[in-house]
């Protein structure tokens, strides 16, 4: 199993007042976030990592110099978002692969969950939280109907963690294509599943279950999951 982690982003809402130079390398529970993610991947049979990288990419390269990774570089990291990044990952996307944004910190049961799902694309869906502005989602039978905003009806949460098969990873990879010959891969990765739904075709709801996840992207959220998971 290949697993692809988006890293390139610049943590703005984040600020400095951690006194680190990349979000990922704050410390939760005795690791940094990257820190957390590899070990779980790695303890559950991801033998293939590819780390995206931009923002303050010596650092963070030094930061996993003890696990054996692929890196891809995002040289525009200041003007794009995670689309962009994937898109930057696109020679590694030739068999089924994770994806998922580097500064979440989640349960191990999460991953292992996804993995052990059979599906062609599967989204990791939370029932349980507020839902967010750009993530929300109308599930139907454990299929991802939509992509809507907080104020239109929703029940679930996109958490930024994604599993794409063999025959699913072809098809991102013609998705990524398009966006590209046509200038537009601009925003979110939730923008490929978009496209996706445009086309029939059926996305996966694997849900957390009540297992515990964490998006790290202010300091709100990194009270909160060192509240649960420790400093």
């Known amino acids: 199993m290949k697993a692809i982690i988006l890293a390139a982003g610049m943590g703005t809402r984040f ?4 006194k680190i ?37 010596i650092i963070l390269k030094k930061s996993v110099k003890g696990y054996h990774l692929s890196f891809v570089y995002n040289n ?9 990044s994937l898109w930057c990952a696109k020679d590694f996307i030739d068999d089924g692969f994770l994806c998922l944004y580097a500064d979440l ?18 989204m990791v869906i939370d029932k349980q939280k507020n839902y967010s502005d750009n993530h929300s989602v109308f599930v139907v039978d454990n299929i991802v109907k939509s992509m809507i905003s907080k104020s239109e009806k929703c029940n679930g949460q996109f958490i930024g963690i994604m ?10 990879s013609r998705i990524l294509d398009n966006f590209h010959k046509r200038n537009n891969l601009e925003g979110e990765t939730i923008r490929i599943f978009e496209k996706l739904i445009d086309y029939s075709f059926p996305l996966h709801a694997c849900f ?12 709100q959220q990194l009270k909160l999951a060192r509240h649960f998971f420790g400093p």
């Open 21 to 57: 130079n990349h979000k990922t390398l704050s410390k939760i529970g005795g690791s940094t976030i990257i820190e957390r993610q590899l070990k779980i991947l790695k303890e559950l049979g991801v033998d293939q990592i590819i780390l995206v990288i931009g923002h303050e990419s």
């Open 163 to 172: 599993k794409f098969s063999k025959k699913g990873s072809a098809i991102l």
């Open 105 to 122: 910190v989640f349960e191990k049961e999460i991953i292992s969950n996804l993995i052990n799902n059979n599906y062609e694309i599967s």
């Open 15 to 18: 600020g400095n007042l951690e």
């Open 208 to 219: 957390t279950n009540n297992q515990k996840w964490f998006n790290v992207n202010d300091l």
């Open 76 to 84: 525009f990291y200041k003007e794009t978002d995670a689309l962009y």
